[in-house]
């Protein structure tokens, strides 16, 4: 595979479109449309550190380099923001908190466990 095909396998798996993955990494839907078809393949390092941050996998993985590692979350909370964050209409909620800090979705996810009626 290219990069350009980790690239848009990182972003499909994610359920993320060109359009979206644009607007988080500050370009645009043709810019990425560039990098999954391989017109550019000297993509900034700020730019393949935020996509791969937004689709959950490493700057290896995103470029090909390494396909068998993921990160793996911190702790139970930020499992349970990974398992949410995928789930239909959670999308809405975890893009208004893309800017949080770390501590700030602890307390989002626990807002969710205690909305689920789930003890910490």
Same mark, same amino acid.
């Given at each position: /595979?290219?990069? =350009?095909?980790?690239? !848009?396998?990182?972003?499909?798996?994610?359920?993320?479109? +060109?359009?979206? #993955?644009?607007?988080?990494? =500050?370009?645009?839907? +043709?810019?990425?449309?560039?990098?999954? &078809?391989?017109?550019?393949?000297?993509?900034? &390092?700020?730019? $393949?550190?935020?996509?791969?941050?937004? #689709?959950?996998?490493?700057?290896? +993985?995103?470029? =090909?380099?390494?396909?068998?590692?993921?990160? %793996?979350?911190?702790?139970?909370?930020? !499992? *349970?923001?990974? %398992? *949410?964050?995928?789930?239909?209409? /959670?999308? *809405? *909620?975890?893009?208004? $908190?893309?800017?949080?800090?770390?501590?700030? &979705?602890?307390?989002?996810?626990? &807002?969710?466990?205690?909305?689920?009626?789930?003890?910490?």
């Amino acid at each position: /595979m290219t990069q =350009g095909d980790w690239i !848009k396998k990182a972003r499909t798996d994610a359920g993320v479109t +060109q359009e979206e #993955l644009a607007n988080v990494i =500050g370009t645009t839907k +043709q810019t990425i449309h560039k990098y999954e &078809m391989n017109i550019v393949t000297n993509i900034p &390092m700020d730019k $393949t550190k935020a996509m791969a941050e937004f #689709l959950n996998v490493t700057p290896s +993985q995103l470029l =090909g380099w390494d396909v068998d590692s993921k990160p %793996e979350p911190e702790d139970e909370t930020l !499992k *349970l923001a990974e %398992e *949410l964050r995928n789930r239909p209409g /959670m999308r *809405l *909620l975890f893009d208004a $908190t893309k800017n949080c800090t770390e501590e700030d &979705m602890r307390k989002v996810a626990a &807002m969710i466990k205690a909305f689920r009626g789930e003890d910490d």
